[in-house]
């Protein structure tokens, strides 16, 4: 076993292990691992959600396709490092980026948080105490006015004083509320 142990008051971060383990027995032939191709449909799809949106830049930086990853139905922006990590399962693999569904790209609500405001063209930029936002909060539909969104329909990022809450659909100026059940107070 080969252990690394990364110490909060050593580096900036919350600390770290990693472990390296060897399983005894007969290793996989590379050529008889289940691969999985993503559709071919599935960067299109993120790309038609990305310019719906109308992202600018992510994180503060150019959005890199390369760094893209397709995982099943899932797709992640992996971090921008200098080595090949393929071939090793990661429990968190960068930033969850959304679900692939039936023709359809399904945005994630650490992609929302990791948006800036000033970074995306479709924002609804609501006060803090609008009323609204507890109501987007408890997975309720909101009524925006047509001067409070960025476009008529479509994917918009719904920032609260400027910072990011998650996203919803506006149809008819009723905002389809997608903040996760999980979350919702």
């Not at 507890?134 to 008529?152: D, F, M, S, V």
Request: aromatic share 10%.
């Amino acid at each position: 076993i080969k252990c690394i142990r990364i110490f909060p008051h050593k580096m900036n971060g919350e600390g770290h292990f990693l472990a390296l383990f060897r399983k005894k027995g007969q290793a996989i032939k590379e050529s008889s691992r289940p691969h999985t191709k993503p559709d071919k449909n599935a960067f299109p799809l993120i790309e038609e959600f990305l310019n719906e949106i109308g992202l600018k830049t992510l994180c503060g930086q150019p959005f890199d396709w390369e760094r893209v990853e397709i995982r099943g139905d899932k797709a992640y922006y992996l971090p921008p490092v200098a080595h090949n990590f393929r071939g090793i399962t990661f429990l968190r693999n960068g930033l969850y980026l959304g679900d692939l569904k039936k023709n359809r790209f399904e945005p994630s609500q650490p992609l929302a948080l990791a948006i800036r405001k000033d970074e995306s063209e479709a924002v609804i930029s609501l006060s803090a105490s609008d009323e609204r936002i507890t109501r987007y909060l408890k997975g309720e539909t909101l009524n925006i006015e047509p001067e409070e969104a960025a476009h008529k329909k479509g994917w918009h990022l719904l920032c609260a004083d400027g910072y990011p809450i998650g996203f919803g659909k506006l149809v008819n100026q009723i905002l389809k509320n997608k903040y996760p059940a999980g979350w919702r107070v």
